[in-house]
DNA sequence: CGCTTGGACCCTCTATTCTT
DNA sequence: AAGAATAGAGGGTCCAAGCG
């Protein structure tokens, strides 16, 4: 809140790269409670953040936020909040917990701290757990008194990948296609590099050339393998916590994976578009990088594309459930960062970690979790092999 | 013949999923 | 929070079948 003579200015500010329904239903609110505490409010606005903004030295405070004056609209909701506050002191007076079922309202658009207390009666495996279906479908079901898998009648129309998921759910089956796992497999040639990038994305763009929520690529592991039996080399990069960790990240890659070979990744979106911006934040690897790009394949495929499904998928495709179907002997439950959110975190610690044996530590977990995930992607591929 | 109905197809928008 | 991919939902168009 600024002040001007003896009226406000008010900001509030957001995190978040553009306005939403529920900010502007929050400054409403904000000024309610300001101005009816005595203060005469001349403008309120949102200050949120510009992410079309690239950074070049000196952070320009005044392109990395939007600042949009909403005091129009407040004033003309405010009647709106003051039924809202009479509903609510009603609700409140009431002493006792309303009586209002399960709905869209538990997660929209926050999630509610009574999760746990209306939802204790839904079932694990409910149609809550179906993969894809739309919120709003599922509570249509749960309406008509469909809660549980086994609920579902056997005509209903769905689509085969949700059907694939109740059906092996209920009848604990497997499905297998050989036939599409080996022609997937004919397109996987060695030598083969096994591929993970691990990123963060502050809100400020701390670096030249950068945006606001730009994925930073700070860590990648490879594992190779010349032919199918020979032993599996690993190499790995973690940069430095303070500089720009692109520039070495990509010389880094770029150097060991210099001789031919497929590149297997997961969901290779995912590190496609890294290495496009790369490419376009540092033109001068750009050919190299194309060169790269092209090597890519991905192991998701066969899951995503249902080939291989088993009932404990629950409906996913992400490695996180693939793995420990698959292998279940190879699991990250021993490691201190066990999924890459956490990773990210980590890294992002460092910036601040002043303690020398700490820093050590967090290094040390990022080197064994990255390393994980191509281990994870080998012993995936070899399973998948062993069909042939 | 004119009307409705239903399916095939296409397009767009939205929601969900994957990765970090 | 981002971006890509994809599934789902809903709308529009077209045409043939069916009906009175």
Not at 8 to 22: A, D, M, P, Q
Not at 112 to 129: K, L, M, R, T
Not at 255 to 261: A, N, Q, R, S, V
Not at 317 to 322: L, M
Request: charged letters at 25%.
């Amino acid at each position: 809140m600024v002040k001007h003579g003896s009226k406000w200015k008010v900001y509030e500010v957001k995190s978040s790269t553009s306005i939403s329904e529920t900010y502007l239903n929050d400054i409403s609110v904000q000024y309610y409670v300001i101005s009816n505490s005595g203060l005469h409010i001349s403008d309120i606005s949102i200050v949120y953040i510009n992410n079309e903004y690239v950074r070049h030295g000196k952070l320009e405070l005044d392109q990395l936020f939007n600042i949009e004056s909403l005091l129009e609209f407040a004033i003309e909701k405010q009647e709106w909040v003051s039924e809202e506050v009479e509903r609510l002191k009603n609700v409140v007076a009431l002493k006792e917990i309303p009586n209002v079922d399960i709905g869209m309202q538990c997660t929209d658009p926050y999630q509610c701290a009574f999760i746990g207390y209306c939802w204790n009666d839904i079932p694990e495996n409910s149609v809550f757990d179906i993969s894809r279906m739309h919120r709003r479908k599922k509570f249509e079901l749960y309406e008509q008194g469909i809660v549980s898998l086994e609920d579902i009648p056997e005509d209903y129309e769905l689509p085969a990948s949700q059907k694939l998921q109740i059906d092996s759910y209920i009848n604990g089956k497997t499905t297998i296609n050989e036939q599409a796992i080996k022609e997937f497999l004919k397109t996987i040639n060695y030598p083969l590099y096994y591929m993970d990038f691990e990123t963060f994305q502050p809100a400020i763009p701390l670096f030249d050339n950068s945006k606001p929520y730009q994925q930073i690529p700070f860590q990648f592991s490879l594992h190779y393998q010349k032919s199918k039996d020979s032993t599996l080399q690993h190499s790995e990069f973690l940069a430095e916590a303070g500089q720009d960790p692109r520039p070495e990240f990509i010389e880094r890659l770029l150097k060991d994976t210099k001789e031919p070979g497929d590149m297997l990744v997961y969901n290779k979106s995912f590190e496609i578009t890294r290495l496009k911006e790369i490419a376009r934040d540092f033109p001068k690897y750009t050919k190299e990088i194309n060169e790269r790009i092209l090597r890519i394949k991905d192991l998701m495929i066969p899951f995503q594309r249902k080939w291989y499904y088993t009932p404990e998928m629950q409906g996913s495709y992400s490695i996180k459930y693939v793995l420990p179907a698959l292998v279940p002997e190879l699991s990250y439950d021993k490691l201190e960062i066990k999924e890459g959110g956490s990773a990210s975190m980590s890294f992002e610690g460092l910036f601040s970690e002043t303690d020398l044996f700490k820093v050590q530590e967090t290094r040390k977990n990022l080197l064994e979790y990255c390393k994980m995930d191509t281990l994870a992607m080998v012993e995936i591929l070899n399973t998948l092999q062993m069909f042939i």
